[in-house]
């Protein structure tokens, strides 16, 4: 035998891995992604416009509910009748994005007036109710 070397005899078996094809394989691959890779990571140049991608976030209305200590109630500083409170909270109500309310009670004003307020707020399906206090000094 040419190659392998130190066999006397033709019926020893030949121990040795024979790399010449693992060689020729590994440098077809070889080849094969050099010419692959430019091709794959080849791209059209484009200008693309800068822009900033975060979330348009729409707050919802608020709606500010003030309780005089006479009973008068003021939609947004604008007074409103105790009969015409239920339809507008109705209407509000009805909006696909519907508005926090917000209700200021006078310290004067009887516990009732504005309780009558709050159950007019929730019996119109509104959600979002909240109260409104100066904090104390």
Known sequence: MAFGGGFDNDDEVMSEINMTPLVDVMLVLLIIFIITVPVITHSVKVDLPRVSNEQNQTKPSTVTLTVKADGSVYW??????????????????????????????????????????MAAVQQAGLLKLGFISEPAS
């Not at 007074?79 to 994005?97: D, F, G, N, T």
């Not at 508005?99 to 009732?112: C, L, M, Q």
Request: glycine letters at 2%; charged letters at 20%; hydrophobic letters at 40%.
């Open 76 to 117: 947004n500083n604008d007074a409103i009748s105790h009969e015409a409170l239920p339809v507008k909270l109705a209407e509000q109500a009805a909006l696909p994005q519907q508005p926090e309310i917000h209700i200021r009670g006078d310290k004067a004003t009887p516990y009732e007036q504005v309780l009558t307020v």
